[in-house]
């Protein structure tokens, strides 16, 4: 199997774990700390079979995790995000550019803002009480399966 072709079959690996982040967030709301565990190691095998460098490269990569983590952790911390959505976004940190990333993050909430308002919506409609509670990991997946498609779509290895 030649690189190109494995990097695609991660791209594939990569759209189903957050496939399974949406569904099981949407069923549970909770994403599992397996699941964000194995998007992180995945990128470390992306980045070898992509021919990232050590420095600045990986380097950078981890950086940006560190960065996300860090903002979205506050989010959390405020109660605003839950600690599943945070690992799942400071996972996908690893596997893009931060440009890229940029462009998710401007998905992930035009995502999120829709997905809360069809929740209001339906609150609305059901006539319950209590807070609304949104599965962000549905926005979070649907912006990285939108930039996995945005990738796939230009050439795998131009990510870098």
Known sequence: MDSETFIYLLWGGLAIALIAAAITDIKSRHISNWLNLGIAVGA???????????????????????????????????????GGDVKLLAALALWLHWLTFLELIVIMSIAGGVL??????????????????????????????WTIWGIVGQNSQTIF
């Open 44 to 82: 470390p095998v992306f980045w070898i079979a992509s021919g990232l460098v050590f420095w600045p490269d990986m380097i950078g990569q981890f950086g940006l995790a560190a960065v996300i983590l860090t903002i979205f952790a506050g989010l959390f911390a405020i109660g605003a995000m839950g």
């Open 116 to 145: 809360t308002l069809l929740m209001m919506i339906s609150k609305r409609i059901k006539k319950t009480e209590g807070p609304i509670k949104v599965p962000y990991g549905v926005a979070i997946a649907f912006s990285g399966l």
